[in-house]
């Protein structure tokens, strides 16, 4: 399931540059994840890089995007056509 980020966050833009699929930008009141492109790191990471990071813990599982690792892993193929899974 993609991640979300709650309203605990500081707009500190730590997670931003970790995301390897760009997916994390900043929004009105605070910094958000683009659902599409969230694969829980899947395909690079065994952890979520943005929850490393969060200094206040405001990275975590979105229950409203569900997904199986083999539809994380067909995200990952479909945003990165010529990179294998790690
Ligand atoms: S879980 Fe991984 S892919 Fe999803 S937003 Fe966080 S860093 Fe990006
Ligand atoms: S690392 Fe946490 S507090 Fe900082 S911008 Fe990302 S979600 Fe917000």
Do not use: W
Not at 12 to 31: L, M
Not at 38 to 65: I, K, L, R, W
Not at 72 to 86: G, Q, R, V
């Amino acid at each position: 399931m993609a991640f979300k980020i709650t309203e605990d966050c500081i707009s500190c833009a730590a997670c931003e540059s970790e995301c390897p699929n760009e997916a994390i930008s900043e929004g009105e009141d605070r910094f958000v994840i683009d659902p599409d492109k969230c694969t829980e790191c899947v395909g690079f990471y065994n952890t979520q890089q943005c929850a490393s990071v969060c200094p206040v813990d405001a990275c975590v599982p979105d229950p409203d995007h569900q997904e199986t690792k083999e539809q994380l892993l067909a995200k990952f193929k479909k945003l990165h056509p010529d990179k294998e899974p790690k």
